[in-house]
């Protein structure tokens, strides 16, 4: 079956710049999550759908980042004012309830000039 | 806050040797652990999940221990082959405190298994 899918996989930007990366979870799941990974460090969390709402979203690092999940299925991560730190590997990941096994996508690359 | 902490960094060794990776975090109000494995340039693959009520799990040459008391996990391989070759990191789903209701990862070790 399908798993967690992301696009792009990879994003190249310049600083000051607007980003979207999505993400489609695995059908039925309805737990996402967000995390970042920076090079030679494990993934930290960002924000957690349980259907439609931001069940936690205290991994946000500022207001620059918003995500939503409008109709309990895709999910979008959206970064405004790029800067240079906010390169990085956004993985997504889906489970089918908030305790169970998440399953994660390949992430996208997002590079910021 | 949960940490948690993986060593080795790093680890080279001989194809056919079995190894040991530990894994170890401070807060013991876990749901579950879960081993990944993560190959250059791509996303995660979970190897193995460990309810806190377990004490182990076990697929093909994989075995991954937890005590949840002492804050441990280890993952074990069996007779390494090259295409072990990867970074495998731990990470918790807390059951309680400012780490609840989400993964917490190591920063993960690289295994190197050479011919």
């Known amino acids: 079956g399908a798993g967690v899918s992301q696009t792009p996989s990879n994003k190249v930007t310049e600083k000051g710049k607007y980003v979207e990366l999505r993400c489609d979870p695995i059908?039925?799941?309805?737990?996402l999550y967000w995390y970042r990974q920076s090079l030679g460090q494990g993934p930290e969390f960002l924000i957690y759908?349980?259907?439609?709402?931001?069940?936690?979203d205290s991994g946000l690092p500022n207001d620059r980042f918003f995500a939503v999940r409008p109709e309990g299925s895709v999910s979008t991560l959206k970064i405004q004012r790029t800067e240079r730190g906010d390169s990085a590997v956004y993985l997504c990941a889906s489970s089918s309830d908030w305790y169970n096994e998440q399953f994660f996508g390949p992430g996208t690359r997002l590079t910021v000039l | 806050k949960q940490e948690v902490t993986q060593i080795p960094a790093a680890l080279s060794v001989p194809e056919g040797e079995n190894l040991v990776l530990n894994c170890s975090f401070t807060?013991?109000?876990?749901?579950?652990l879960q081993w990944f494995r993560q190959d250059p340039g791509k996303g995660l693959t979970s190897l193995l999940l460990i309810q806190s009520s377990q004490r182990e799990q076990t697929s093909g040459r994989l075995n991954a221990s937890l005590d949840k008391s002492s804050g441990r996990s280890t993952l074990y391989i069996a007779a390494s082959q090259p295409g072990d070759s990867a970074t495998y990191l731990c990470?918790?789903?807390?059951?309680?405190?400012?780490?609840?209701?989400?993964?917490?990862f190591g920063q993960g070790t690289i295994l190197t298994v050479h011919p």
């Open positions: 059908s039925g799941h309805t737990a």
């Open positions: 759908f349980q259907g439609t709402g931001a069940a936690d």
């Open positions: 990470a918790v789903f807390n059951a309680g405190g400012t780490s609840y209701g989400k993964l917490t």
């Open positions: 807060d013991s109000a876990i749901y579950n």
